[in-house]
């Protein structure tokens, strides 16, 4: 009888070793769902090429990659929180931006790294401003980074309500109408502020430009289709480093004619 139980003690411990286990592995993997990926692009800001070799820093918490031919570099396991991303780079100017960080998101941030200039040829500067400015554009679109509407699907769309049509096309994004039905606003479905009964304002940017006071809904029926060569919206997690003022909500960026 005694051996008999003393094997049975030893089982009953045996198993109880594995449910810690389980429950260890268990809460393992609960932990790191819960937190947040961050994936960095950078280029070039004006040959849209990638950049490899910059170093990507999360300052508050010490943590840093280097980016790949691509110009991709990852940092996983971030937990919740606001942290400064910084991008450095021999060369170039250094880049920076304050981000929310929210339990179980992938974080993506596209950084558009500028030269450090040689000289001081302001006729230059102002001279590659539009071509630029449309280079960002087809490089995002190029990248996959964001929802787009071409100048074609634009001016086949002539005259139609631009508000109602990005809403359309593009998921997450709600359509409204204002006042006495005067008007058509867009917000995002997925923020939540008393704004608009439990929607986010889309902040509005015209040829890089914001466009209306920061965090409120912009008409867009001043502008028609067949006015614009592009059109894009980015959300809360992707929306280029550039256009962070402050909004959680997302960007639309209308690029005219």
């Known amino acids: 009888m005694s051996l008999v139980a003393g094997a049975a003690k030893t089982f009953v411990a045996w198993l109880g070793n594995i449910a810690r286990g389980l429950s ?30 910059v170093e990507i ?16 570099a990852r940092i996983d396991r971030v937990n919740e ?72 699907q634009l001016d086949s769309a002539a005259d139609r309500d631009l508000g109602r049509l990005i809403a359309e096309r593009f998921p997450g994004i709600r359509a409204v109408n204002g006042l006495a039905g005067a008007g058509t606003y867009l917000f995002s479905t997925r923020g939540a502020t008393s704004l608009s009964k439990g ?17 409120e809904a912009t008409d867009l029926t001043q502008f028609k289709p067949q006015a614009l060569v592009g059109v894009e919206f980015h959300n809360e997690t992707a929306t280029p480093a550039e256009y962070r003022s402050g909004n959680v909500c997302g960007v639309l960026l209308l690029w005219s004619k």
Request: contains cysteine; hydrophobic residues 40%.
């Open 57 to 72: 820093r999360l300052v508050q918490v010490r943590r840093s990659a280097i980016t790949d031919a691509f110009g991709e």
């Open 199 to 215: 929607s986010c304002p889309i902040q509005v940017y015209v040829d890089g430009m914001r466009f209306g006071a920061p965090r």
């Open 81 to 152: 929180g606001r942290y400064r991303l910084e991008a450095r780079y021999v060369g170039y100017q250094p880049e920076a931006v304050d981000l929310p960080f929210r339990l179980g998101d992938t974080l993506r941030v596209t950084f558009l790294m500028k030269r450090i200039p040689t000289s001081l040829d302001t006729t230059h500067v102002r001279a590659t401003r539009v071509s630029s400015r449309l280079a960002e554009f087809e490089t995002r679109r190029s990248l996959g980074v964001g929802r787009f509407l071409s100048e074609a």
């Open 24 to 53: 260890l592995a268990a809460a393992c993997s609960a932990s790191m769902r819960a937190q947040t990926s961050l994936v960095v692009t950078t280029a070039d800001a004006e040959s849209r090429n990638f950049l490899a070799g």
